[in-house]
């Protein structure tokens, strides 16, 4: 009985089993191929994508890994593989594996030709993090699953160590992070000793008892909340970002503000709904225990983390500190779906995922490619980009236009489905607020345009002409927001099919 659980269990992590397997032949190749390391990142390619293979075989089967036979209360397992843990690890996965291109043909990156080994094992690290992170239903597999990928990414954000931000970076990033850990953890050992379990499908059944000490457990979930507000960048956990995004290479700056805040969310939502939903409604809407009332906080911290990312990115003149304030506030909006507590919000954080997922890794894409040339990210050089390198600048525009939400961009779209979400669930206050919010980013990022359009070209203004591939790449990006802000059914239905969260 139990050699056929392990079999089952190691049938349902295949994709985290060739990630392991992808990571030992990245470093052990690394080890062979020292004198000439131009291997490595094609075989962390092909790992990604043989990884992304066997997730999309396997993208709509359920089950519970690792179940304990001894449970006396149901066979609940430490990792859950469902539709709605393949959804976002199939974002980790394409995202991955666009960072692997930017980092091919960035200028920080082959700088450090000869830690290229190192840096690639530290992504895979990410991704078996980030992966066990979207699936786990444990809080110890969780609290190991953040501290893999956490470690991995502290190191990387201070990678090339070319300048000082880059150490400061690596350093602040771990501060916060090792003090967001140990608040999480705390949590998590009050809990245990409120419920005698770490497992969350019986947390849920327990905390529905009449005896359960109501003001220690939302103590508890406050702290394990601190360490999952750091890791998708909400208020007041956010303090970490712009120094890190901006301080990191910008291929790292690029992966966490997508990868790891998608990783965080699918973990946010997943504990709120395994532990705290005791059914779904017919139309679809989470009728929560009376443990923990998270609806007020949920709107509090949405608000706070939108105005706070816009309002500070008002004053920003260097164009990586001004989107890591821009991702912050976006955070925000993609709280405002976890906000209404149904499946109509789920619905619309998976589209406005996919959306994200394109136009702010276009965007940083499009940044990377002129701080090659220019070897600066302030808004200030860009003066005049858009006569001199017309193709970058009708990209960074298209990018930034989407961000701010306006049609006929795939972001408008992803706006429109959390607002939709918002008024069916009349909650009009709110969705005026965010919208209030958009209109506060639209001078953010139109500032950037001015000065790539209204301001001359002086002497010193490059001509970019990028490379042939690069060219191919931030076109399919543009065209793909362009065609999902037409027609986005496809990204709509994939969505709608992946709101299985196992146990409910």
């Not at 709110?430 to 139109?446: E, G, K």
């Not at 042939?468 to 239905?493: D, E, H, Q």
Request: net charge neutral; hydrophobic share 55%.
């Amino acid at each position: 009985m139990e050699q056929t659980n392990l079999f089952n269990s190691l049938n349902l992590i295949t994709p985290e089993i060739v990630l392991t397997i992808s990571l030992v032949i990245l470093i052990i190749s690394d080890l062979i191929f020292h004198k000439n390391k131009t291997i490595i990142p094609y075989l962390a390619g092909a790992g990604i994508l043989i990884t992304g293979l066997f997730l999309v075989i396997q993208f709509y089967e359920n089950g519970f890994a690792f179940i304990h036979s001894n449970n006396p209360l149901r066979n609940y397992g430490m990792v859950a593989i469902d539709s709605f843990g393949s959804f976002f690890k199939l974002i980790v996965i394409i995202s991955s594996l666009l960072i692997v291109f930017f980092s091919v043909v960035s200028e920080e990156i082959k700088s450090v030709t000869n830690r290229l080994g190192e840096y690639y094992a530290l992504i895979f690290g990410m991704i078996l993090g980030m992966f066990f992170m979207i699936s786990s239903v444990d809080l110890i597999l969780i609290y190991l699953s953040m501290e893999l990928l956490s470690l991995s990414s502290y190191i990387l954000a201070g990678f090339l160590k070319l300048r000082e931000r880059n150490s400061e970076a690596s350093l602040k990033y771990l501060i916060y992070g090792a003090v967001s850990s140990g608040l999480m953890l705390f949590g998590i050992s009050l809990i245990y000793g409120l419920t005698g379990s770490t497992n969350l499908y019986i947390i849920n059944t327990l905390i529905q008892a009449p005896n359960i000490n109501l003001f220690t457990f939302s103590f508890a979930i406050i702290l394990i909340f601190a360490g999952i507000g750091y890791k998708i960048s909400s208020a007041p956990f956010h303090f970490w970002t712009p120094d890190v995004y901006e301080g990191a290479p910008i291929t790292i700056t690029a992966y966490l503000s997508v990868a790891s805040k998608a990783a965080g969310f699918a973990l946010l939502i997943r504990f709120i709904k395994t532990t705290f939903v005791s059914f779904v409604n017919t139309n679809g809407t989470w009728n929560l225990v009376n443990a923990f009332d998270w609806q007020p906080i949920l709107v509090v911290i949405s608000i706070l983390t939108m105005t706070l990312g816009n309002f500070s990115a008002l004053w920003q003149n260097n164009l990586k500190r001004m989107l890591a304030y821009s991702s912050i506030a976006h955070a925000g909006y993609i709280l405002l779906g976890l906000v209404v507590l149904s499946n109509q919000g789920l619905t619309a954080i998976l589209i406005y995922f996919v959306f994200y997922l394109i136009m702010n890794l276009g965007a940083f894409y499009t940044v990377m490619l002129i701080a090659n040339k220019t070897g600066s990210e302030e808004i200030d050089d860009y003066n005049g980009l858009g006569y001199t390198s017309p193709l970058l600048a009708v990209s960074l525009s298209i990018f930034l236009i989407s961000l701010t939400g306006i049609p006929p961009t795939a972001g408008f779209i992803g706006k429109l489905y959390l607002f939709i979400a918002l008024v069916d669930a009349k909650m009009i206050v709110v969705a005026v607020i965010a919208l209030l919010n958009t209109v506060v980013s639209l001078y953010y990022y139109v500032r950037v345009l001015r000065h790539m359009y209204l301001i001359k070209a002086t002497e010193s203004t490059p001509t970019i002409i990028p490379s042939t591939g690069n060219k191919i790449l931030i076109s399919l990006l543009v065209f793909a927001i362009i065609f999902f802000g037409i027609y986005f059914t496809p990204v709509v239905n994939l969505a709608k099919s992946c709101l299985l969260i196992l146990g409910m």
